[in-house]
């Protein structure tokens, strides 16, 4: 529960900028090219520094890198709160992403080592709750304090409580692997670098990743300044979004591990998960800018509860390719190119908008790059099972 929690709190503290942002930047005279570069920034320090969290997360363990990153980042948070301008903004943003970076390589080898493979599949499927639940949250309670009080104390109240959760974190007993304590007990960078799977799942990841950072960061903006909702109907909206997203997740979750216990064979059904999220982006971003608004509302509506339904594969799927003693340096790299997204998708939308005022081309773009995701997860990721690391020689 507390690595659900934490995964929750992440994405909370990443998404509020999104959603303070047509007050933020209103108040502080900041133009969209400005707010995609806030948005872009903190997936840039986010990307460099996956790896090396993967690889401490592997070598010291998972908990105590996973708390310390939780730190920085309710620092940064609590620290956006008093910023007074763009460059402030930036530096905070920055410091977020390093902060942050250590999550997913770290949630990958804690659930690797204390889960059986068999339920990797429910496993992740809770996490994801977490991390998908995260920007509903946000969303709702950031609306309703800076209704109340700004966005200022949106920041200072967030990074404020997401410190209380390390004390009973570091009260909790794991027990995971280390490469600290035993140097040899997983594969080499040589061997990871060389799987075809762990290159089909970048870029796999990228794609997916792509159109959801979009969604994330320009979703409240393209609904209040484009569909000319209101703030409470662009917050029920996006509620109803990221709770059938969190929905479609833990759905997944279940579903995995029931077809593994009848078929024993997971590959299938991640693959025709992964397959089922891509067509759907692609048609759904199309049609959430082109049709009217309701029928607009329901496609987004359906792309947040498919997306829901693939999320859990994302991580679920090097877990169990990596195992335990490799997992955190596959999500580590994997995660770095997928997260490439995070820093195209907000700024090429903030100049799109910024040149042409319309939404119209980042939409397409959220789209097609869909093509990406099936050619990654489905036609050249081989088979999801256990990578024989022994048999490809040493692990030096």
Not at 1 to 28: E, H, K
Not at 50 to 57: E, H, K, Q, S, T
Not at 96 to 114: D, H, I, N, Q, R
Request: glycine share 12%; charged share 10%.
């Amino acid at each position: 529960m507390l690595l659900t929690l934490a995964l929750l709190i992440s994405y909370i503290d990443r998404g509020n900028m999104a959603t303070v942002a047509t007050l933020l930047s209103d108040q502080l005279a900041l133009s969209p090219k400005q707010m995609g570069l806030l948005f872009s920034s903190f997936y840039l320090t986010y990307v460099i520094a996956m790896i090396p969290a993967g690889y401490l997360a592997e070598r010291y363990g998972a908990k105590s890198i996973l708390a310390a990153g939780f730190a920085i980042w309710s620092v940064a948070t609590l620290l956006t709160g008093i910023c007074s301008g763009f460059i402030t903004l930036l530096l905070c943003r920055l410091l977020l992403g390093v902060g942050e970076s250590t999550t997913f390589p770290s949630m990958s080898k804690l659930l690797a080592s204390t889960s059986p493979p068999e339920k990797l599949g429910r496993a992740n499927g809770i996490v994801s709750v977490g991390y998908l639940l995260g920007p509903a949250v946000g969303t709702f309670l950031a609306g309703v304090i800076m209704v109340a009080y700004g966005w200022r104390p949106t920041f200072l109240l967030f990074g404020g409580m997401a410190l209380m959760w390390i004390w009973p974190w570091l009260r909790t007993t794991v027990r995971e692997p280390r490469l600290f304590d035993s140097p040899h007990a997983g594969p080499s960078w040589g061997q990871l670098l060389r799987q075809r799977g762990l290159w089909a799942a970048s870029l796999g990841h990228f794609a997916g990743n792509y159109t959801f950072y979009f969604v994330l960061n320009w979703l409240p903006d393209y609904l209040d300044r484009e569909r000319g909702l209101s703030l409470s109907s662009m917050w029920k909206v996006v509620l109803i979004a990221y709770l059938l997203n969190a929905v479609g997740a833990y759905t997944a979750g279940v579903l995995v591990d029931r077809w593994n216990r009848r078929h024993g064979n997971v590959s299938v059904i991640y693959k025709s998960l992964m397959a089922l999220n891509h067509v759907a982006a692609l048609g759904c971003m199309l049609g959430l800018y082109a049709l009217p608004l309701r029928p607009a509302i329901g496609c987004l509506f359906v792309y947040q509860f498919i997306v829901g339904l693939a999320s859990p594969g994302c991580f679920a799927i090097p877990q169990v390719m990596a195992g335990a003693a490799g997992t955190a340096r596959w999500v580590g790299v994997q995660n770095m190119f997928g997260n490439f997204a995070g820093i195209l998708a907000p700024s090429i939308t903030g100049y799109l908008l910024g040149s042409s005022g319309s939404f119209a081309h980042a939409f397409v773009i959220a789209g097609l790059v869909n093509i990406l995701g099936i050619l990654g997860w489905i036609i050249l990721l081989p088979k999801v099972e256990p990578v024989r690391w022994s048999a490809l020689g040493a692990t030096t």
